[in-house]
C-alpha cells in the first residue's frame, strides 16, 4: 500500500509560480507524477518521472513545467513557472510501484487568476 501526500497549492496571479511536492510512503515506487482535472474536463497527464530520471511532459507545459525527484525520500516536486489561467485544475500526485499498481493523493488546488 502507498499513501502520497500533496502540498504547495494555492492561487497565484498569471506569470507567476508554485512549487508542488508529493510524498510517497509504503511500497517501493517505480513511477510518480503529476495529472490535473479542470472543472468539467478530464483528468489529464502533467509530466511523470521514473525511478531512473527519465521524464515526460505533456506538450502544454514543456518548457515551463519541471518535476524532479528525491528517490531517497520517496518525494517528488513540481515546479510550475510561467502559470497560465488554463493552468488552474486541481492536481493529483499519482505513484506506480513496482508490481504495476496505481495511486492517487487526494489532490491540490492550482488557481492563475488575476
Known amino acids: 500500500q502507498v499513501q502520497l501526500v500533496e502540498s504547495g497549492g494555492g492561487l497565484v496571479q498569471p506569470g507567476g509560480s508554485l512549487r508542488l511536492s508529493c510524498a510517497a510512503s509504503?511500497?517501493?515506487?517505480?513511477?510518480m507524477g503529476w495529472y490535473r482535472q479542470a472543472p468539467g474536463k478530464q483528468r489529464e497527464l502533467v509530466t511523470t518521472?521514473?525511478?531512473?530520471?527519465?521524464?515526460n511532459y505533456a506538450d502544454s507545459v514543456k518548457g515551463r513545467f519541471t518535476i524532479s525527484r528525491d528517490n531517497a525520500k520517496n518525494t517528488v516536486y513540481l515546479q510550475m513557472n510561467s502559470l497560465k489561467p488554463e493552468d488552474t485544475a486541481v492536481y493529483y500526485c499519482?505513484?506506480?510501484?513496482?508490481?504495476?499498481?496505481?495511486?492517487w493523493g487526494q489532490g491540490t488546488q492550482v488557481t492563475v487568476s488575476s
Open positions: 499519482t505513484a506506480v510501484s513496482g508490481v504495476g499498481r496505481q495511486y
Open positions: 509504503g511500497s517501493r515506487i517505480y513511477l
Open positions: 518521472v521514473t525511478s531512473g530520471g527519465s521524464t
